[in-house]
């Protein structure tokens, strides 16, 4: 017998992790990579716990996409968050977990420690990695530096968001 793949019955959600301040060109890149998600179909998954990856979502929104806002406290009447929908998890920082379940793929721009926190997750639950290179911060050198010496997921760097789709096309991401 033939065993096919199962439907999907919903296109395909990707993370958009990390940090980057307003004025940079991490943060740019953060705001034409969610507007190009939507663009093309992809649901944002997002925190919205820094400027980058709140920009990504409200770009996605402007877009026409769909956003998923996992937010780490238990309100849920936040009348500023960038979402179609709204998750408060109520486990601080432990959301980071669900942010990296969350995504058939994660975005990773610029980082911190949390940023750091989601992608060694992502990375444990095989979740291919697509770090924003060329424009500074921590995930310039994820591909070069990855969080362990297993290879547990793919790391597709990008630089614009012409590279991002291709990324995205590389690991049969297409929605």
């Known amino acids: 017998m033939n065993k096919q793949a199962p439907l999907r019955r919903h296109g395909f959600q990707i993370s958009v992790l990390g940090s980057a301040d307003p004025g940079t060109s991490a943060f740019e890149q953060a705001a034409l990579a969610g507007e190009k998600l939507a663009q093309l179909g992809y649901t944002v998954v997002s925190g919205c716990g820094s400027p980058a990856t709140r920009v990504a979502a409200e770009r996605a929104l402007a877009a026409g996409g769909r956003v998923v806002s996992v937010v780490p406290h238990d309100q849920i009447d936040v009348a500023d968050w960038p979402c179609s929908v709204l998750i408060p998890c109520g486990m601080g920082d432990a959301r980071n977990l669900i942010m990296a379940l969350s995504a058939d793929a994660c975005l990773v721009i610029g980082g911190r420690a949390g940023t750091i926190s989601e992608v ?56």
């Open 120 to 175: 060694c997750l992502a990375w444990l639950h095989r979740r291919p990695l697509l770090p924003l290179i060329s424009h500074g911060g921590w995930s310039d050198g994820l591909q070069d530096n990855p969080p362990d010496d297993r290879d547990l997921a793919p790391i597709v760097p990008w630089a614009s968001v012409t590279d991002l789709e291709a990324g995205l096309r590389s690991l049969g991401l297409q929605s």
